[in-house]
């Protein structure tokens, strides 16, 4: 309806209207009574008729974008106009004209609503704002104000009253505190993350000043030590050749001492050098069982006969990341400290094992251990010196003997790989200095992408790791293949660089954060709009890993991870085999009976388990040579949701049991007619994913008849499924 | 005892189950008649194929149950087997269906009365 003003009481009967121009004045022209008439007031003052006024009125109330409503002074509606109609999404007026308009609210605003009609009432203009939704049940929410509308004589005849649509402008300002709080939120994270680091830098900054004294100590023990070596090689050889020729036993036993001097302080010349190299080791993942069998001989001669040494390692003991330099000294300062400590038949034994996390000594953080110890029968500490142990320069040797470097360093290692050193010691029985070494979560196999090099960089990966010596490598990792990296500690770190930096290509996230928040950081990055894509790596907690997402268990190979960051940036369409293949195939290896079929499983499985990618036409299997009698290779031609598979390759005894040659024939998918369910299920393989289905019958006439059909998928030169391999046995028993 | 979904005997021993220990069972129970029509539909088979009701009863299996099991080639397998009247035929399919891991089996055995007995075992993944 097409309804201006629909007033049920004539209101402005008079010629002129002065109450209103009076009103009007007063609120536009606040200068004073010497300020010259506001333009309104001119207009207004060519009516002179009643009719001309209430045209005025009504063509005013028409125009209004507002919500015009016309309240009487029992607060019921008696008016609007059609944009209220329509803002109010009314069809019919009569849905609201003649309610009280408190009503048309919800209880909150109604107190707003009769306090508004009152003051109107008593001819005080006011405004609330208030939500209220449409009759159609929308949300809305308005700026109202409420004005008396008076008659000539200036009595309140009823009130007008506007509201305003302002709900776009309130979700939109609502949005902009949410996008505010969200970004103050993160900000204050990254700031606080930014203390963290700083204070990390204080505290390193101090250490630095610190261990200046030792740093300088090193540098000139570094820079002097070379000399002394050629002095010490000098004095042994000499006594070397002393030896041959001196028969008496009084000088031989000086010679002797001669010697056994000169290997000492060849010793204490390469304790010193590990010291002053320190400072130029690089972290890497590092073999430490492999260290300790190369080094075992020289070990042997720091102890130059005067005890027994047996090193001992476990030949499956995992990877460590730390300095292996640093591995080295520590192993040859524990060696060294127990032959000075043992008596001339002492033993010294070095042991090196792997501690699983179930294993691992109370005061360690979950995860799995590399425990090496270097235990001795000799003298033991006593309990005072036990406590002082591992202060740097604090030795009980005599002068000359030690530099009360060697505990120290073990406990610094230990720290710089995540781990922890332990000292057992006992006067007259011995001590047993045991390192825990912290499981590397990457395996040292550097990366080998010789052909895939060009495929990395331009993208931005964040990074979230609470272990930092794991989040540094792996960034390295991820630097050295051209990529930016953004680095986060913790999951409210990696939450606000999403906020403020957004726009991430990939997030490599640990799985296993400390706070244990893995799942929620999991939950969170799902959340992002667009859900990036992601890359967990778990293993280290009992935590079940997340669901339908790649999840790489640790240690995992750079390898393995510069090959999953292509896959999932989708450089490398369809070439990784997923999780979800590989427990197919466990599946599938249950249930085969047949021998060249468990075969060919057993080639394809092989394959991907050593490359993380299908096979392709040209790797070992049955695939590579003419197809066995019952196999068949279907090429996979055209790109996109729905290629057309075709037989390529066909074997002999399968085109003559279907009696017609199937070479070149083509099959699309619900193609039900031409092999039963194959195309369906060789549809299936472009997934990756290798299929199975047997048919066994036993129909009661002695025989038990299996037919197994094998279904295999084989990459291409682009690592997509470009071929599908198919196998079928029949197979016959007696039924038992 | 819970008979396994291997028992060589399957079929006589969930013949003489009744509905409620049908319905406990492991596994989904169908029964079709001599005419192919849905007499049995056990709860764990309406719970394991996400048909909630049994509304099936009545209907035809292939053409209205499991239209994806409805080939030329099913059907006749079925069909020759039913007038042996001792058939015992089992089906399994691995990663042939939307899950790609998860596996199907069926096995079909004659009921007494000359109908059918189909077993369905699922493992997901």
Known sequence: MESGLSPPKPWGTGARNEGLRIDIQRETAPGGADAPPPAAEVAYAAFEHASQWRMLALALTKASRDCVKLVDLDGRVVGMNSAAQRLLQIDDPGQLVGRFWETTWGEPERALVRDSVERGKAGQPTSFSGFCATAKGEPRWWEVEVAPVPDETGVVRCLLCVSRDVTALREREQEMQGALKRQRQALLTLSADFDANSRKLRDAEARVWHDDKMRMLGRFVGGVVHDFNNVFAAVHGAARLLRR?????????????????????????????????????????????????????????????????????????????????????????????ARDAVRANGRVEVKLENCPSSARPPGLEAGDYVAFSVADDGCGMTPETLRRAGEPFFTLKPAGKGTGLGLASVFELAAACGGRAFIESEVGVGTRVSVYLRRSAVEGEPVNSAGEASLHGGAKILLVDDDPLTRDHLADVFRALHYVVVEASAYEIAAAHAEVEGGFDL???????????????????????????????????????????????KPVSETRLARATLEKLGRLPGAFASPAALRAVERIEARIQDEAMKRAMAAWRAHVEATQRIPTLDDDGPWREAPPPLGYVVAVVGAGDDPELRFERVGSELSARLGRPLVGATLAPGDEQVLGDVARALHRRLDGSPGYRYTRFALGDGKVSLVERLLLPLGDADGRVGRLFGLVAFNEATAP | MTPSFEAPDLARRVEAMNEQQRDALPFGVI??????????????????????????????????????????????????AKTRGSVDVEIGWIGDFADAEGEIRIRVMSAADGGLWLFMHRDAA
């Open chain 1, 245 to 337: 020729r001196v028969t008496e036993p009084q000088a031989l036993d000086v010679v002797n001492h001669l010697e056994r001097a000169a290997e000492r302080g060849a010793g204490l010349a390469r304790q010193l050098l590990d010291f002053a190299r320190s400072e130029s080791e690089s972290t890497e993942v590092f073999d430490p069982a492999a260290l300790l069998s190369r080094d075992a001989h020289l070990l042997r001669h720091i102890l130059s006969g005067e005890a027994t040494l047996t090193v001992e390692t476990a030949p499956d003991a995992w990877a460590v990341l730390g300095a292996p330099q640093r591995f080295q000294s520590v192993v040859f300062n524990l060696v060294a400290n």
């Open chain 1, 507 to 553: 997030v490599v996230a640990d799985f296993d954060l400390k706070d244990g928040r893995g799942e929620a950081l999991v939950a969170e990055l799902r959340a992002w709009s667009p859900s990036p894509p992601m890359i967990f790596l778990a293993g280290g907690s009992d935590a079940p890993p997340p669901q339908d997402e790649t999840v790489l268990m």
């Open chain 2, 31 to 80: 029964r079709l008649d001599a005419g192919g029509v849905v007499r049995i539909y056990s709860r764990t088979e309406a719970a394991l194929s996400g048909r909630k009701r049994r509304p099936t009863i009545g209907l035809d299996f292939f053409a209205e149950v499991a239209p994806c099991m409805a080939s030329p080639e099913m059907r006749g397998r079925v069909e020759a």
